[in-house]
């Protein structure tokens, strides 16, 4: 049994031919299946929480693993991970349908559909990748113009969480009408560019202290952003952790403050290729717990996905956590 969960707005409605060629497929091979359309922020979310709630595995006396098939971009894919109950219970598969894609940048999943449909399908796993969790120490009442109705204490993640700059960059986007045009031409990556260039030269730069659960500590009087990277890239395609690696149970910490609005414009530029590591002000460790504190609540995102403002959250990384069909 697959359950297909299908962002129906993905790629401005484009990604109706992509479920159509997954349930023609089901149909062939005599694959039983079940599609739910998520209708709005969390949805996603509250449905996976009770597919995979334990007690219906219980109920049902079952051992089988129950296969997801996530079918958006990565914040569909992100309330996925966020509703999964028992881990060792899901099998999961992503066919990638947002602008941004981070999620599979460094999987090297086959280019076309089909034959990434075809893999999943065959209901196997191909790799287990960790999987982080952000908790909020403090949650504001300012909350992200798309949250969801409820918002626990914690988020997990699958690709990276920030604080600060790339967070806001984030929030903007989401609601942003420039993105829903420019995603009609398959362009919607360019809008983080426009964005990030108004936040580097609006955005608040709060003090802030990074400490490790290894006693690692960094202090940064005028914080730009903070990211606790799984994957190699962020943002529609920057590549901030150019050495991230997906299983071994640690993050790739990159934060950045103390320079000028003309030293971020020349390290910007060079993340994109993974060039910025050992430039001022960008600062690197790896651990698998991490504190953040800010003088200010900022944004905090997880996949791109913003829910509200904090000034101090704890990251933890989950060694291979998800199990992948594709």
């Not at 602008?99 to 075809?118: A, M, T």
Request: hydrophobic fraction near 35%; glycine fraction near 10%; charge should be neutral.
């Amino acid at each position: 049994m697959f359950y297909c969960i299908v962002n129906p707005s993905a790629r401005s409605g484009h990604g109706k031919n992509i479920y159509n060629m997954f349930e023609e497929k089901c149909k062939l091979l005599g694959i039983p299946y079940k599609v739910i359309f998520t209708k709005g922020p969390g949805h996603a979310m509250s449905v996976v929480n009770r597919l995979t709630d334990t007690s219906a595995f219980e109920k049902n006396d079952s051992s089988e693993p129950i296969n997801i098939i996530v079918m958006g971009g990565d914040g569909t894919l992100n309330e996925v991970v966020s509703g999964i109950q028992d881990f060792d219970k899901v099998r999961l598969g992503v066919v990638p349908l947002g602008s941004g894609n981070d999620f599979v940048r460094d999987l090297d999943f086959p280019k076309k559909s089909s034959e990434l449909i075809d893999q999943i399908l065959k209901g196997e796993v191909v790799r287990k990748l960790d999987v982080g969790n952000v908790h909020y120490d403090h949650m504001t009442k300012t909350l992200s113009r798309l949250h969801d109705e409820r918002i626990a204490e914690d988020r997990r993640f699958d690709v990276s969480a920030g604080i600060g700059f790339d967070a806001a960059v984030c929030e903007e986007a989401l609601s942003s009408k420039t993105k829903n045009k420019l995603n009609k031409f398959g362009l919607g990556k360019a809008t983080y560019g426009v964005i990030a260039v108004k936040q580097i030269l609006h955005a608040d730069q709060p003090s802030c202290d990074i400490e490790t659960d290894d006693g690692q500590h960094i202090h940064i009087d005028h914080l730009i952003f903070a990211a606790a990277m799984i994957h190699h890239y962020e943002g529609g395609g920057f590549k901030f952790a150019p050495d991230a690696d997906l299983q071994d149970g640690y993050f790739d910490l990159i934060a950045g403050g103390d320079i000028s609005t003309k030293q971020i414009f020349k390290v910007l530029p060079m993340s994109f290729f993974g060039k910025h590591y050992g430039q001022d002000g960008i600062h690197h460790i790896r651990a698998r717990e991490i504190r953040i504190k800010t003088s200010i609540p900022l944004w905090v995102h997880t996949d791109g996905e913003v829910l509200l403002k904090s000034d101090q959250i704890t990251l933890k990384c989950l060694k291979k956590k998800l199990n992948l069909l594709s």
